[in-house]
């Protein structure tokens, strides 16, 4: 164990990502139709915003 070491910068397995209200609405930017935003919680690792058609995550900066 004498060998370990650690990252300079650690790992975020949880990005900072800004989170839209729970009533906002917008489109998917591959296939248009209405996005769903995801719930905000500790456990959550995912992106904001969430296509059922496409099944793809997106942030607030990947849909403006």
Avoid at 26 to 54: Q, T
């Amino acid at each position: 164990m004498k060998d370990h070491s650690t990252y300079e910068t650690p790992i975020k397995f949880r990005p900072d990502y800004e989170w839209p209200a729970s009533d906002a609405e917008a489109d998917c930017p591959r296939c248009g139709n209405p996005l769903m935003v995801n719930e905000n919680r500790p456990e959550y690792m995912g992106k904001p915003w969430w296509c059922g058609d496409c099944r793809w995550q997106f942030t607030n900066d990947e849909i403006s």
